[in-house]
């Protein structure tokens, strides 16, 4: 009987234990002591006034700003993003103003010509890489869109003229002879003068004059050390209150082009004006580049010598001096109640300006500049009338503001 009652004992002892080891075990946020063995006497409960034991490895950096019960991510993979194929749009054209100290292209000259904003030549190309990773040099179509207000000083004294000039352009670049680094520039451009002044005898002038323009460049590259400067532009030049031959303006610039050094370029030709009093003009001189900081143009008519100063972040700024033969020539209709009443005339206004200026570049294609200018040597020219041939002005201050991009 004895024997009887110990293995009915044994077997429900057996029975409770795999019952145990059998239960749902759901996961828990606080780690628990692990277990040895399932047949081992069950954990005395932890309670949270108890000490906690140490975490284990997968949980040791875990954030503890993140939300509960949330498995916490590995630490020892770094991220590594995928493989981009390379964009043209990704870094700046070729030519773009450097930031660190590369070689400075050219700067824009000062252009005879009504002021047009020149362009840099190899400011309007970008490299693209194919898919095999060869390297292919392309032409951009819109090379360049300018804007430019100019305003000179005056009030309705007899010897004084106040001049408001807003000028607009576009410069499309077309590969000629299968090479993008001298493309045929295209550019048409518009512009808009408002007049006030000079009060004084026969010296009437229109209240608005305008300028409607095409002009194209070129810079072919002749030998490895001689190339050319080639322009010609031609519009119209009226206060549109009529139309005829006069109106039609042509004018051009012819330019040799050698490279006396890597840093030195010798340039001489002459630039066609088209105006009633200076129709051909000598241009030449030396653009000299001694190092990333300078830029001296030391070029006739419009000399130009800058300096960088100040690099901040992706813009560089430059201070400037430069000279300027300013100006341009028109047809008008005198007023009524002048002596030449209501005549047709065609006149020069021509000067000479001294500049003071900043500019600043970017990475991208995006310029700007302004300038403060003392102007002298003030005239109008009347060619038709003669009523007076010449009429001289007082000298007068200038203020410029202009975004190429």
């Known amino acids: 009987m004895s024997l009887i009652i110990l293995m009915i004992g044994c077997w429900c002892a057996l029975a409770a234990t795999k019952i145990h080891a059998q239960r749902v075990q759901f996961p828990s946020t606080v ?28 949980l040791q950096s875990f954030d503890p700003y993140a ?26 054209p070729p030519g773009a103003p450097p930031m660190s100290g590369i070689p400075y292209a050219a700067p824009p000259q000062g252009n005879i010509m009504q002021n047009m904003p020149s362009v840099q030549w190899n400011r309007g190309t970008y490299d693209y890489q194919n898919p095999d990773g060869s390297v292919v040099k392309l032409q951009r179509l819109l090379q360049q869109i300018s804007v430019e207000s100019t305003y000179l000083f005056g009030n309705h004294d007899p010897d004084q003229l106040a001049w408001n000039r807003l000028e607009m352009a576009a410069t499309f670049g077309v590969p000629i002879f299968r090479n993008p680094d001298t493309p ?27 300028d409607a323009y095409l002009d194209t460049a070129w810079s072919p590259k002749i030998t490895e050390r001689l190339s050319a400067d080639l322009g010609f532009r031609t519009g119209v030049w009226s206060d549109f209150s009529y139309f005829d031959s006069r109106s039609m303006r042509y004018m051009g610039r012819g330019m040799g082009v050698y490279q006396l050094s890597p840093k030195m370029d010798f340039h001489l030709g002459v630039w066609y004006l088209d105006r009633n009093k200076v129709k051909l003009l000598p241009a030449g001189g030396v653009y000299w580049r001694p190092n990333p900081e300078w830029d ?23 201070w400037y001096v430069s000279g300027e033969y300013g100006g341009g020539a028109w047809t008008i209709t005198r007023s009524e109640d002048g002596p030449a009443a209501g005549a047709r005339d065609d006149i020069d206004y021509n000067d000479i300006r001294a500049n003071l200026g900043i500019e600043w570049e970017t990475q991208t294609r995006l310029h700007g500049h302004f300038e403060v200018g003392y102007v002298f040597d003030r005239e109008i020219v009347y060619s038709q009338t003669n009523l007076p041939p010449e009429y001289k002005l007082d000298d007068t201050v200038m203020l410029r503001l202009g975004f190429d991009f």
């Open 67 to 92: 939300t509960p019960g949330l498995a916490a991510p590995p630490v020892d993979v770094p991220y590594t993003p995928p493989a981009l194929s390379p964009s043209p749009f990704s870094a700046a």
């Open 31 to 58: 780690a628990q002591a692990p277990v040895a063995s399932p047949f081992a006497a069950a954990p005395a409960p932890v309670y949270p006034a108890t000490p906690q034991p140490a975490l284990a490895p997968a």
């Open 184 to 210: 045929l520039l295209i550019t048409p451009g518009f512009a808009f003068n408002w007049l006030e002044g000079p009060s004084g005898p026969n010296a009437d002038l229109p209240p608005q004059l305008y």
């Open 296 to 318: 001296l143009w030391l070029l006739f008519p419009n000399p130009k010598i800058r300096k960088r100063f100040q690099n901040l972040g992706q813009i560089q700024w430059w």
